[in-house]
């Protein structure tokens, strides 16, 4: 869950409970829209947005919640036991353990594509809102690192072990990338100022990349243990 401003802050909105809509990510996007610095989407007025809400909360209010089914639960372990099941492989054995200044294989990543597909359908969801919180959560991480990785890295070459990527190299190591800067550049002060430009960007995709790959390993991580307890497994 993400936490609207439904009066901006940009003009004058504050940080309080009256002024907070509760929304998903998805929702997010759309709600925002309301303002009209948002052309598109939909628009919802304040008063709108406030009724909204304050229906939802007393229907969660006057809910009795749930009803707990062996079968439910059942279910969800199933559920559960089938996300470890496509990601143990990927998120343990490559991701958790590699540092992504260095090149990799695609098919280190099979298990977090086969998670996020399988993810959108909604048979594959928790009847457990809690889990299905914490679900949620892991498949954003690993939806981050997906899209970091499609962003900053190219594929190198393909060989006996699939396709191989990895993100730019360091300017000093790749002679047809220093020759092109050399010939881009005026001076040697230019020269170099485009190198240490190149050298800025590869570390700060690395440590990006690194980043959302732990972000990753550690929802991942959190999961188990919730669902352990959760659903005692």
């Known amino acids: 869950m993400e936490l609207h401003h439904i009066e901006q802050r940009a003009d004058g909105g504050e940080d309080s409970y009256d002024n907070c809509l509760p929304v998903c990510f998805d929702c997010h996007a759309d709600v925002k829209s309301y303002n009209e610095r948002h052309p598109k989407g939909r628009k919802y007025s304040v008063g709108e947005l406030k009724a909204h809400r304050d229906n939802w909360y007393r229907k969660v209010a006057s809910s009795t919640g749930p009803v707990v089914d062996s079968t439910y639960v059942e279910l969800d372990r199933k559920t559960f036991k089938e996300i470890i099941e ?44 809690e889990m299905e919180g914490i679900r949620a959560t892991l498949r954003e991480d690993i939806r981050k690192f997906r899209v970091s990785l499609a962003q900053n890295t190219f594929m190198v070459k393909v060989d006996g072990g699939g ?13 047809v990338l ?18 240490k ?9 690395r440590e990006e990349l690194n980043e959302l790959a732990q972000r990753a390993c550690d929802s991942f991580a959190e999961f188990i243990r919730f669902g352990k307890r959760r659903l005692v497994v």
């Not at 396709?163 to 002679?175: A, G, K």
């Not at 430009?197 to 995709?205: A, K, L, P, S």
């Open 86 to 129: 496509k990601l143990q492989g990927s998120i343990r054995d490559y991701v958790c353990e590699h540092d992504y200044a260095n090149s990799f294989y695609q098919d280190w990543h099979s298990g977090l594509n086969d998670f996020l597909n399988s993810a959108k359908l909604p048979e594959n969801e928790f009847f457990d809102a």
């Open 163 to 175: 396709r191989l990527f990895r993100m730019n190299d360091d300017p000093y190591n790749n002679p």
């Open 178 to 195: 220093l020759g092109h800067l050399n010939q881009q550049s005026k001076d040697q002060a230019q020269f170099e100022a485009l190198i």
């Open 197 to 205: 430009e190149h050298q800025e960007r590869n570390n700060e995709v």
